[in-house]
């Protein structure tokens, strides 16, 4: 019976996991499958060998290394979230596996979904993102580069990693790490009374280049 418990308690933190907190916030319907094999497999590999007379560390490291084989040598690149998730699918499986009382498994899995929800929430850190942007132009001055950028995005700059600087096509590929900048208020319209102020007055944006990015 706690064997049966124990499998119970798999599908429904697994099934958390995956539609309450993965699909959801990233819609991607193809990792849906991939996370929940996973965590079924890695129950049913880690439940087999915990009683049979194979090593459990052997058979456990085996198993694990395929998995981390299979998500480091994909074709189709994966983001770092999406990583975080193969490896929450993959614990939830090894704990209730080799766990044998329901409450420390319940916590356990209860304090892995607690830290996936905070970590992955939209609302964590939500003015900062990361681009890769491509300039019509060839810049080779560090401090210029980073202007240039956050006037293009109209942000703060954090890191600027040129990816490619092609001096002969006059083109700059750069990954950008830049927190938006809070929203001002909007200038009043031509002609009001208040913009005829000029303590009232906002300077303009300038406007960024067409083709300046992508």
Same mark, same amino acid.
Do not use: K
């Given at each position: 019976?706690?064997?049966? /418990?124990?499998?119970?308690?798999? #599908?429904?933190?697994?099934?958390?996991?995956?539609?309450?907190?993965?699909?959801?916030?990233?819609?991607?319907? &193809?990792?849906? $499958?991939? @996370?929940? #094999? *996973?965590?079924?497999?890695?129950?049913?590999?880690?439940?087999?060998? +915990?009683?049979?007379?194979?090593? %459990?560390?052997?058979?456990?490291?085996?198993?694990?290394?395929?998995?981390?084989?299979?998500?480091?040598?994909?074709?189709?690149?994966?983001?770092?979230?999406?990583?975080? @998730?193969?490896?929450?699918?993959?614990?939830?499986?090894?704990?209730? $596996?080799?766990?044998? &009382? *329901?409450?420390?498994?319940?916590?356990?899995?209860?304090?892995?979904? %607690?830290?996936?929800?905070?970590?992955?929430?939209?609302?964590?850190?939500? +003015? @900062?993102?990361?681009?890769?942007?491509?300039?019509?132009? /060839?810049?080779?001055?560090?401090? =210029?580069?980073?202007?240039?950028?956050?006037?293009?995005?109209?942000?703060? *700059?954090?890191? /600027?990693?040129?990816?490619?600087?092609?001096?002969?096509?006059?083109?700059?590929?750069?990954?950008?790490?830049?927190?938006?900048?809070?929203?001002?208020?909007?200038?009043?319209?031509?002609?009001?009374?208040?913009?005829? &102020?000029?303590?009232?007055?906002?300077?303009?944006?300038?406007?960024?280049? =067409?083709?300046?990015?992508?």
């Amino acid at each position: 019976m706690s064997r049966i /418990a124990m499998f119970g308690i798999d #599908v429904a933190a697994a099934g958390l996991l995956v539609f309450a907190l993965y699909f959801p916030r990233h819609r991607r319907r &193809d990792l849906v $499958a991939a @996370y929940l #094999v *996973v965590n079924v497999g890695v129950l049913a590999v880690a439940s087999a060998l +915990s009683t049979s007379r194979v090593g %459990a560390g052997l058979g456990l490291g085996l198993a694990l290394f395929g998995v981390l084989s299979i998500i480091r040598l994909r074709s189709t690149e994966l983001d770092q979230h999406e990583v975080a @998730y193969y490896f929450s699918s993959l614990a939830i499986g090894l704990i209730t $596996a080799l766990g044998t &009382d *329901v409450a420390p498994v319940a916590g356990l899995l209860g304090l892995l979904l %607690a830290v996936v929800y905070v970590g992955d929430h939209p609302r964590l850190f939500r +003015s @900062y993102g990361h681009q890769i942007v491509v300039l019509d132009t /060839a810049v080779t001055d560090p401090a =210029a580069l980073r202007a240039q950028l956050e006037r293009l995005l109209g942000a703060r *700059v954090h890191a /600027a990693a040129v990816q490619r600087l092609d001096l002969v096509n006059d083109t700059t590929v750069v990954e950008v790490r830049f927190s938006r900048r809070p929203r001002t208020a909007a200038a009043p319209p031509a002609g009001s009374p208040d913009s005829a &102020d000029p303590a009232g007055s906002a300077e303009p944006v300038a406007a960024a280049p =067409a083709g300046g990015h992508r």
